[in-house]
């Protein structure tokens, strides 16, 4: 057997501690069809739901129970109908419904409650709540069916699910909801979580679902998506898997109206959860109402970003290096690029004023970000910020990226064409290539 070394884990639990900071006390709503349970899943998923916690994450989790639903009403060889993915739940099939939401809700209380040593569980002191805080109403008729005891969200009790948040209980929505006359109806898992979300202004939904997230026409895994994509792909009405095409839409809504991320992950994979949440690139889709990456002039908050950024380059001697102090001093003249709150790209401009001239310096893009024209986007961004100074000409001196900038109209040149004043400082134990690109 073979384990990572020491140093990975530091450097992994190092790139995971921003995210540790950020998640304390916010609101996370996490939503499971019954499969992880039917499947033998849900221990799994409980030691995460047991680390986040622990971290001081505020838990909603809303649970499904479609194939235990389906168990009852095969054993009792009644009727299994659904009209437009919903299920059409007469009597008979209320009555599955009720036991298995009991069944399910016992399970997942009992699992969460485990403290067995030397495992994830050891100490742990969950509690869980659950009760009456949805209220519903019927769906009624819909494409000339009638839906019977099917339902949809009326109302969430949001001040008592926040007042067990408070108490650092974990709440746990059944898709079961109530009228004010006593009625009982049946509701989608995916409806409880979208409205549970919006009422508690919750900062993350996740839906963990049968694959790993949503792809694009090729095949390939849509890391992150913007409501407007999200919407074109629902609009195409090409064949999704049945459930991104019962979730991106309560994706999107949930998004548009103030849920800030919302996350769809595979549930087969052992510690999805984890690797989504604490991981830059993430394992599944997330989506968001706009796009994650912004272009701005720097800061002086940016200064620890942009040493993290450049230091890996300086110690490969790509980069000469650069002091905090002078950093500090220098910052008006960079420009970064912000991924979620995270630096991953940044550059600097200095002009030469008196000789229409400008150097392209401290071009670095994070390594996890490397590959997807981020660079070009730093070098467009420097290029406009020179022309609105009048500067004529783009110069940089590199000792190992020739051919990126060749490959970007730059012409290598001699020293002797460096504007006067870079032309004394240059290092020639560097032996640093010259190139100009013209503005």
């Not at 485990?114 to 819909?142: E, H």
């Not at 769809?264 to 690797?275: E, P, T, Y």
């Not at 980069?319 to 991953?344: C, K, N, W, Y």
């Not at 504007?419 to 503005?439: D, G």
């Amino acid at each position: 057997m073979t384990t990572s070394p020491p140093s990975a884990f530091v450097h992994w639990f190092r790139a995971a501690a921003p995210y540790i900071h950020a998640f304390r006390g916010k609101t996370f709503v996490i939503a499971f069809g019954g499969e992880v349970l039917s499947d033998g899943q849900f221990t799994r998923l409980g030691h995460d739901l047991n680390l986040l916690n622990s971290l001081g994450v505020r838990l909603v989790l809303v649970h499904g129970v479609r194939p235990q639903v389906e168990e009852h009403l095969t054993q009792r060889d009644a009727a299994i109908r659904y009209a437009d993915g919903l299920r059409v739940t007469d009597d008979a099939a209320l009555a599955c419904v009720k036991e298995a939401v009991g069944e399910v809700r016992v399970e997942i209380e009992a699992l969460l409650s485990m403290g067995l040593p030397n495992s994830p569980m050891a100490n742990a002191d969950i509690r869980v709540a659950s009760g009456n805080f949805v209220t519903a109403r019927p769906l009624g008729v819909r494409g000339g069916v009638d839906l019977l005891h099917t339902g949809e969200v009326r109302k969430i009790n949001a001040a008592a699910i926040r007042q067990r948040l408070e108490d650092n209980d974990i709440v746990l929505l059944s898709p079961l909801g109530y009228s004010p006359t006593g009625e009982i109806f049946n509701l989608s898992l995916e409806n409880v979580a979208t409205k549970a979300a919006l009422a508690l202004d919750a900062d993350k939904l996740i839906f963990l679902m049968e694959t790993e997230g949503v792809h694009n026409a090729r095949g390939g895994l849509l890391r992150v998506l913007t409501v407007p994509e999200a919407e074109k792909i629902v609009a195409a009405k090409r064949n999704l898997p049945e459930d991104v095409g019962f979730y991106l839409p309560c994706a999107i809504t949930a998004s548009k109206q103030g849920v800030a991320r919302v996350h769809l992950i595979s549930r087969h994979v052992d510690g999805a959860l984890l690797s989504e949440l604490f991981t830059h690139a993430g394992i599944g889709t997330m989506l968001t109402p706009a796009r994650l990456e912004t272009l701005r002039p720097a800061s002086i908050d940016d200064v620890g970003g942009i040493l993290e950024l450049i230091r890996p380059l300086e110690e490969d001697g790509m980069l000469v290096r650069r002091s905090r102090e002078r950093l500090e001093m220098e910052i008006e003249r960079f420009i970064v690029l912000e991924h979620d709150g995270m630096l991953i790209g940044c550059a600097a401009l200095y002009p030469f004023a008196d000789e229409r001239a400008g150097e392209l310096a401290c071009l670095a893009v994070h390594i996890d970000y490397r590959g997807k024209s981020r660079g070009d986007v730093l070098l467009e961004a420097a290029e406009k910020k020179a022309r609105a100074l009048k500067l004529k000409r783009l110069f940089v001196l590199t000792t190992h990226t020739a051919h990126w900038f060749i490959e970007r109209d730059f012409k290598e040149v001699d020293v002797s064409e460096l504007p006067t004043r870079k032309q004394a400082l240059y290092n020639y134990q560097r032996r640093s290539k010259v190139f100009v690109k013209p503005l």
